[in-house]
């Protein structure tokens, strides 16, 4: 896990549908707290790497120490090859053969980073992009070559399978990408978040349905650290250690929703509160999101993986003392994956 600030770790965000201020959801999760989970072991190998993807995949992959699997509709798993080179994996959703690796410097400091690499036969073998930065990969549809990244200049573009790269937002100096999501339905439409030195930070959306000439939005929502959105054509989610931002006007309001979330969050915003006295930075952070049925429904947080109840409460579904930065569903929607410190944890329904 790569972290840019002392007192913050990546967010990512997942829930099911909630009550926010004053405002009452419709919750459908089917989730409950009674549900079991296990470190994930393939053929006496643990899997410590978990690939993301975009919304709506229907296989996934893991990496051991030294092999990578992938499982499809059926649930086996199945070992397609060594494991990949150091850094972020990504596969198309799509077209699920494809698959990238790498990771971006660190911004502030520099040095570190993974180069790219590219697989296009079910991580069976790899190739280097020797003229991309160091990059760490965000979505894959390489159906139209287009790739999303993040790198130290912002967030970035490929129009030609990771080749070469063009810079779509570009940061201030010392800003670094924290929130990548694809929304759902949105045609090629992305929100995007940068997060200062200071701890601040902005998300954006950007729209790639014409990936030669993509267009920015103005700022949607300030927020504080790191975080985790996901989205539809009807709402827009932002996970933070405030909690989570629910917006069902295209980004113009948002109200927050915290119940169950309070041993994870902090009360006040700090964008507009500074953060509390007493603030331990490895208690708080809700940094991975996966929704269900266009709801949030599932979040990993600082301590834990937390559930969306059908009363718009969350309930923590596992707490086995480590920080849940990335999810995705197994094959199916049956049971969930989560990446843990160093460790990939995987929940079943009971």
């Known amino acids: 896990m790569q972290t840019i600030f002392s007192i913050l770790l990546v967010i990512f965000l997942s829930l099911f549908l909630f009550v926010s201020t004053g405002v009452v959801e419709e919750v459908q ?53 060594a494991a990949p080179p150091p850094g972020e994996i990504v596969f198309d959703a799509q077209n699920p053969a494809v698959l990238m690796v790498g990771d971006e410097e660190m911004c502030a400091r520099g040095g570190g980073g993974a180069p790219l690499h590219i ?59 924290t929130v990548f ?26 729209d790639l349905s014409d990936p030669a000439n993509p267009v920015l939005s103005d700022s949607l929502l300030m927020y504080y650290g ?67 049925d266009g709801g949030a429904a599932v979040l990993g947080t600082e301590n834990g993986v937390f559930v969306a109840q059908d009363d718009g409460t969350w309930t923590p579904l596992i707490q086995p003392g480590s920080a849940f930065t990335s999810l995705q569903y197994l094959p199916g929607n049956q049971a969930v994956l989560a990446q843990g410190d160093d460790f990939v944890w995987v929940v079943y329904p009971a």
């Open 181 to 206: 999501s694809v929304i759902e339905g949105g045609n090629h439409q992305v929100l995007v978040g940068f997060t200062g030195e200071g701890g601040t930070g902005q998300l954006y959306k950007v």
């Open 226 to 292: 790191l975080g985790a959105a996901a989205g539809t054509t009807d709402t827009l989610y932002l996970a933070t250690i405030a909690g989570l931002a629910v917006s069902h006007d295209g980004g113009q309001t948002w109200d927050v929703q915290r119940d169950g979330l309070e041993t994870v969050t902090v009360a006040e915003d700090p964008v507009t509160h500074g953060l509390p006295i007493d603030f331990e930075p490895d208690t708080y952070g809700l940094y991975a999101l996966l929704l269900k």
């Open 29 to 81: 999760s089917g989730w409950s707290p009674a549900m079991t989970g296990e470190t994930l072991i393939i053929d006496g190998e643990d899997a410590l790497r978990l690939a993301t993807t975009t919304p709506g995949a229907s296989d996934a992959y893991v990496a051991s120490a030294s092999s990578l699997f992938h499982t499809s509709g059926d649930g086996a798993w199945e070992r397609v090859g």
């Open 119 to 177: 697989s296009t036969d079910g991580g069976a073998t790899w190739s280097s992009a020797p003229d991309a930065p160091r990059v760490k990969p965000l979505a894959i549809s390489s159906d139209t070559g287009l790739v999303g990244g993040a790198t130290c200049r912002g967030f970035e573009i490929s129009l030609d399978m990771g080749a070469t790269w063009n810079v779509v937002a570009e940061s201030q100096l010392g800003m670094q990408v």
